[in-house]
């Protein structure tokens, strides 16, 4: 199972590569590359949204740390 980083991150470098290519070569707005940023968007929101791809949460102090 891939945890959320890597997920997100995945997404997020497909949606920096689209726009980048939609950047360089505007006559493919046309395409469904347009459509692809956001759907590309959506997923990530969905991906953050997820029990099973949301990582646990760190308790604030750490149990070692604490001295009492």
Known sequence: MQTEASI???????HELVADILG???Q????HLDQALL???LAMK???RSPKLRRPRQ??????????
Do not use: E, G, K
Request: charged share 15%; aromatic share 14%; proline share 10%.
């Open 39 to 41: 759907l590309l968007v």
């Open 46 to 48: 969905r991906a953050q």
């Open 8 to 14: 997100l991150s995945q997404l997020r470098f497909a």
């Open 59 to 68: 308790p604030a102090y750490p149990a070692q740390d604490m001295l009492f």
């Open 28 to 31: 493919l707005y046309d395409c």
């Open 24 to 26: 360089q070569a505007p």
